[in-house]
Structure formats: structure tokens, C-alpha cells
Nanobody, 117 residues
Framework: QVQLVESGGGLVQAGGSLRLSCAAS???????????VGWYRQAPGKQRELVAT???????DYADSAKGRFTISRDTSENTVYLQMNSLKPEDTAVYYC????????WGQGTQVTVSS
């Protein structure tokens, strides 16, 4: 069983930065069946979408909307995944979720990010 707790959301002006954290209850990067660790977001009235992923080997992937502005990273000793978000835009406003997929699918409760223009 994996529990995920996100933090770091808030209200920021356009052009600002935020750093989101996702703390996992276990050593997720040692799980043999680990398939995916990533950040997703869901804006009001829209479907949840992928923002960025990081693999057990550390390779990363980003949605086009995040490339060049967001960076996903991890601290394996702290079982924590981060999302550094720079040059934020109003369209980045959403609830951001952490996801870990093994043979089961785990989601955090989400953290609200609001970017004002």
C-alpha cells in the first residue's frame, strides 16, 4: 500500500514559481513492479492530464505545455518527488496530483495551484 501526500500549492502571480512535493509512504523507487511516477493536473471543467513523469532510473518526460518551464525530480532517500514550476501562466491553474502506478494505481489528494494574471 502506497500513500501519497502532495504539498506546495498556492496562489502565485503569472511569471512566478512554485515547487510541489509528493511524499510517499514507502520506498517507491525500489518497487519491482513500478511502472510510473508522475504529476498530473486537472483544471475546472477539464480532464485530468499528464504533466511530467520520472522513471525508476531517473529518466523524465514532459507534456508539451510543461517543457522548458517545469522540472520533475526525486529524492530517493526521502521517497519524495518534486515538481519545480517556473514561468507560471494562468492556464497552469489546476489541482495537481501525484501518481504512482505499480500493479495498482495510487493517487494523492491533490494540491491547488492558482496563477493570477
Amino acid at each position: 500500500q502506497v500513500q501519497l501526500v502532495e504539498s506546495g500549492g498556492g496562489l502565485v502571480q503569472a511569471g512566478g514559481s512554485l515547487r510541489l512535493s509528493c511524499a510517499a509512504s514507502g520506498n517507491i523507487f525500489s518497487i519491482i513492479s513500478l511502472k510510473l511516477v508522475g504529476w498530473y493536473r486537472q483544471a475546472p471543467g477539464k480532464q485530468r492530464e499528464l504533466v511530467a513523469t520520472i522513471s525508476s532510473s531517473g529518466s523524465t518526460d514532459y507534456a508539451d505545455s510543461a517543457k522548458g518551464r517545469f522540472t520533475i525530480s526525486r529524492d530517493t532517500s526521502e521517497n519524495t518527488v518534486y515538481l519545480q514550476m517556473n514561468s507560471l501562466k494562468p492556464e497552469d491553474t489546476a489541482v495537481y496530483y501525484c501518481r504512482v502506478m505499480t500493479t495498482r494505481d495510487y493517487w494523492g489528494q491533490g494540491t491547488q495551484v492558482t496563477v493570477s494574471s
